[in-house]
């Protein structure tokens, strides 16, 4: 990706809805925390047991919940990251 792009992205808003707060910002949080494959170095997931420590850092009230969102959220980034090397 071309550093003019990449400021294009940052550049962007977008809608959160108050029942997915937590989850966005735990998945911002582990931003750094992807896991990868192969050679190519394809992301998999995330590492959950590092998600793990953020969640139980994160005071969270429902940090089942959580995680579940999470993963959601974690489902359609690697599907943007695929879309992305194609």
């Known amino acids: 990706m071309d550093t003019e792009s990449l400021h294009r992205d940052e ?4 809608l959160v809805l108050p029942e ?5 910002l735990t ?13 190519a170095g394809v992301r998999t ?3 959950y047991t590092a ?3 953020v969640i139980r ?3 969270l009230a429902d940090p089942a919940k959580v995680f579940s969102q999470l ?3 974690e489902s359609g980034a690697l599907e ?3 879309e992305q090397q194609d």
């Not at 997915?20 to 966005?24: E, L, M, P, S, T």
């Not at 998945?27 to 050679?39: E, H, K, P, S, V």
């Open 80 to 82: 943007a990251f695929r």
């Open 71 to 73: 993963q959601t959220i």
């Open 57 to 59: 850092m994160s005071d």
């Open 51 to 53: 998600v793990d420590v």
């Open 11 to 14: 550049d962007r808003e977008f």
């Open 27 to 39: 998945f911002l949080r582990c931003a750094t925390q992807w896991r990868f494959a192969g050679m």
């Open 20 to 24: 997915n707060w937590d989850a966005v």
């Open 45 to 47: 997931g995330l590492d």
